[in-house]
């Protein structure tokens, strides 16, 4: 187990959707709180970029930068987060969609892995 912890460098804060109305209107935000008490929001980890070859499968766009995360335990992290990269300063550096909610990777080391995708907003 240590030689796993050891390696885990990076940092992400995991946000779920939250909706609330506003003058009648339906405004979705992303914060951590909609997690619930009982979910992480913060986790070490270590983050690897992605082949576009092996993401788009599950269903990420080719013109967008993917990622592995590897935690050294269970995040609980579902299609249903965002997951934003930090810097050490606690800015946030890129803000990505669940393409593989985090699973146990390998059983023998209690590796959790999740897939992701950058979020770009875009104007419709």
Known sequence: MFAVTALMRDSVTIKRESVARVDGF???TW?????GSSL???AICRIQSDKPEDVVGL???A???AWRIYFDSDPEIDVRDRIYFTESQGSTERECIV???SFQFD???ALWRCRVQEWIATVD
């Open 40 to 42: 992480p929001t913060t």
């Open 31 to 35: 914060t951590t709180a909609a997690r």
């Open 26 to 28: 339906a405004v979705k």
């Open 59 to 61: 269903g990420a766009r």
């Open 99 to 101: 393409l593989e909610p």
């Open 107 to 109: 059983n023998s080391s």
């Open 63 to 65: 013109d967008r930068r």
